[in-house]
């Protein structure tokens, strides 16, 4: 697969058709990462100095590629490297240490968050009187068509595997939360459709934005802030002691999707963006409305009816989403505010 454009400027995002079996392998960004790449490609264990992780920024451009490269193993691995990978010791005990860092500086920045979920999520179900800080109100307002461009392609690290962090949480749940999960999940993934599954309706988005829709192709230009929002759901997701977080989780992007989609779908009409750019976040609008209402009553109702000591854990996860969402609001914001791109300059190598 051809590397994507080192330039950052807006508009400058280019096409490719060339597909390879799997996403490619990005080079690395700091010490840690570099041991990821380098282990991956070569077989052996990542080499990297003893202490590195402590000293390692949790929100930097790094540690967060090193954690997205580990937990990919888990979805569809890379191009070139062994499927075995998923569960090489060495990786998983870096993997382990990564995530211990990066829960341990959300935990750090949320010392006041609410342990109740009614307290947590009810912010969220009133729309703000003031939208001037929503990046989805400035692109439904005033966003230009490279703006979109540039929020798509940053968003398809998750949105080409919409709903997949999400059903590690099934097996882990019972009864009312487990029916309701799969209920909302089967919808993610088309009710059956292969053409109607929301990560292909994004692949359709992407090609009306004349975009390359290939899985992982915009991981080389995904700063630190984006990363951050994808491993969260894949720590949440791959964790059982971590599953009401990602119940949480799953609720707050829900709650808030229906409002956003909305206001997005306007911004892709008035650019002219094309019909599957509209329909993708069209179709959001309608059924994350319904699904807000499923996974609140019946995912955490039932959720707490039968593990109620769970419930500071729901919170946790609304509140560390928000949380992550906002800094990726502040860094697309400050990037256009200022004329540039939000893309990383990717280095030619």
């Known amino acids: 697969m051809t590397p994507p454009s080192p330039s950052p400027s807006p508009g400058t995002i280019t096409s490719t058709a060339a597909v390879a079996a799997g996403p490619c392998l990005v080079e690395g960004r700091g010490e840690l990462s570099r041991a990821v790449t380098q282990a991956l490609r070569s077989g052996g264990p990542p080499v990297y100095a003893t202490g590195s992780v402590l000293k390692a920024d949790p929100w930097g451009e790094d540690l967060q590629l090193a954690l997205y490269l580990l937990y990919e193993l888990h979805y569809r691995g890379f191009d070139g490297v062994d499927d075995e990978c998923e569960w090489d010791p060495d990786l998983l005990r870096l993997r382990h240490a990564l995530e211990t860092r990066f829960l341990h500086a959300l935990r750090t920045e949320l010392p006041d968050a609410s342990r109740s979920v009614e307290e947590a999520f009810a912010p969220l179900l009133v729309e703000p009187v003031d939208l001037s800080g929503s990046l989805s109100h400035h692109l439904e307002t005033e966003g230009t068509l490279w703006q979109l461009r540039e929020y798509a392609a940053l968003r398809s690290l998750y949105h080409l595997k919409e709903a997949d962090p999400h059903a ?4 882990r749940l019972t009864g009312r939360a487990k029916a309701a999960m799969v209920a909302i999940e089967y919808d993610e993934f088309g009710a059956g459709r292969a053409d109607r599954i929301h990560a292909q309706l994004f692949a359709d988005l992407m090609t009306d934005l004349d975009l390359d829709p290939a899985y992982g192709r915009y991981l080389d230009r995904a700063p630190a802030p984006l990363l951050a929002t994808v491993n969260l759901m894949s720590l949440f997701g791959l964790h059982r002691a971590l599953r009401g977080a990602l119940v949480g989780h799953f609720a707050c992007v829900e709650v808030t999707s229906s409002p956003g989609s909305r206001r997005l779908a306007k911004a892709m009409r008035r ?74 300059t990717v280095p030619e190598y």
Do not use: N
């Open 168 to 171: 590690w949480v099934i097996p």
């Open 271 to 344: 650019c002219g963006a094309g019909p599957a750019a509209e329909h993708f976040y069209a179709e959001h609008v309608e059924a994350d409305a319904v699904h807000e209402q499923v996974v609140r009553h019946e995912v955490i109702g039932g959720l707490l009816a039968e593990e109620p000591g769970l419930e500071a854990d729901i919170a946790f996860g609304c509140a560390a989403t928000v949380l992550l969402e906002d800094r990726l609001a502040t860094h697309i914001r400050e990037a256009w505010d200022q004329g540039r791109s939000a893309l990383r």
